[in-house]
């Protein structure tokens, strides 16, 4: 069994934007130098490991797709573990579907059908006219699964909705709760600790979110570290509200990657 392993949260953690925060890759580089097991852990369900781990590399951050957990994969082992042959009906972007095909799942097109599972992720093309019919396909049967909680995201011009907002639509019109697979729900982090081959005992997750990143060490049982800067979603002038609406407290708290890259080099 794997110990001493990462999570490592991307955005507002390892860059924000397109633009890498100092330190991230010789963060990178020593934990690779070094051997520590460790998976870039995303909520965004949109890109596939190989796009994320470029976007990475064009950045200067060394990655490879296979050091890249996203939740996406979890959503798609979620169902495979449930019913291997599922049919699903798909509201999300490439890497959502992609995901969802690699795990040997049959994707739906049809309303006519109903599938087994309607899947909900970030979807920058959504409308009336998906809403409705997802929402249909719920409130005919089919499982409600949203890969993350997110309800806002950082972008060029101000704030965008994240998929939790999306995915609030769909719960107001059916009734019905999702099944969330993204941070802070253990599912995505029990599947990371799968893939490193290891249990939450050995992990420690390191973000700037208090609600998802924090959170999800709570609730998974694994060791939690802040990166508290003023740029993250977690600052010096929230970390109080934000704790109390995390309902989480860090185990550890860093201010940049430097700090990271010390506190890294004393876990061997
Ligand atoms: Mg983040």
Redesign the pocket.
């Known amino acids: 069994m794997a110990q001493n392993c990462l999570l490592i949260?991307?955005?507002?953690?390892l860059y924000h934007g397109e633009r890498m925060v100092p330190g991230a890759d010789t963060l990178i580089t020593t934990l690779n130098e070094q051997g520590i097991p460790f998976l870039f852990l995303t909520n965004n369900s949109s890109a596939t490991p190989q796009d994320v781990s470029a976007r990475l590399n064009k950045m200067g951050i060394p990655a490879t797709p296979q050091q890249v957990c996203t939740s996406s994969m979890a959503t798609a082992a979620y169902i495979a573990e449930h019913k291997a042959d599922a049919t699903v009906a798909v509201f999300g972007e490439h890497g959502l579907r992609s995901a969802i095909t690699e795990a040997g799942l049959t994707i739906v097109d049809s309303v006519d059908a109903i599938p087994d599972y309607v899947v909900q992720g970030i979807d920058r093309e959504f409308s009336y006219q998906k809403l409705a019919e997802a929402g249909r396909l719920i409130l005919a049967g089919a499982t409600f699964i949203s890969t993350n909680p997110d309800l806002l995201l950082p972008g060029a011009g101000g704030l965008m909705p994240g998929a939790g907002t999306l995915g609030s639509a769909l719960k107001a019109m059916t009734g019905t709760e999702p099944i969330v697979i993204g941070k802070p729900s253990a599912i995505l982090m029990n599947f990371a600790f799968t893939l490193l081959n290891t249990q939450a005992s050995e992990v420690t997750i390191i973000?700037?979110?208090m609600m998802?990143?924090i959170k999800a060490g709570t609730q998974s049982g694994c060791r939690s570290l802040l990166l508290l800067t003023d740029e993250?979603?977690t600052t010096p002038q929230n970390i109080e509200i934000h704790q109390k609406l995390a309902e989480s407290k860090p185990d550890l708290i860093k201010h940049n990657l430097q700090e990271i890259e010390q506190w890294v080099l004393t876990l061997h």
């Open positions: 949260d991307l955005d507002g953690t973000g700037d979110n998802t990143d993250g979603v």
